[in-house]
């Protein structure tokens, strides 16, 4: 039996709102900075920019990696190219159903239950994407990825009955 392993990078597109706040608060951290040196109140605007640099910059620009090895799809959001989290791990032995997000085969998963959405892609609407529907103890779980043909493909010969590619 050979291995099944497939990495996919996902680059989420980050709005131009988002790259402005990640260009302006050193900008603003500094001005204040300049500032609180004439009026020591504008010291604590240098220091909530200052924070909000360290700590909120970083998390503007996400891309994704996906890792599919022998039916488990782990997910890992990668901020900024530098802090990596696991966000999920996603069996298809579990699966309950997965299919492409404009599919009819979902619409009785999508109208009228109360499940947790998670997006774990690039927010192109040009790229195609599906949707994996997993029951969990929590309730229902709807997972919107981004995967290519192969994955699709074992992911089909593991749970045929489970995968709609239609």
Known sequence: MSDMYREIMIQK???MIKKLLKGMLPVLTVLFLFAGMVMPLLLIGAVAFGLATFFLAPKL???YEYLYVNGELDIDAIY???KR???GSY???ELEILAPSNSHALDSYLNGKNASVKDYTSGDPQVKSYILIYNKDKGQEMIKVELDDVIL???RRMAPRKVNLM
């Open 91 to 93: 069996d298809v032995a």
């Open 13 to 15: 597109k980050t709005p």
């Open 61 to 63: 620009e996400v891309e």
């Open 80 to 82: 900024s190219r530098q």
């Open 153 to 155: 493909n074992d992911m």
């Open 85 to 87: 989290k696991k966000v």
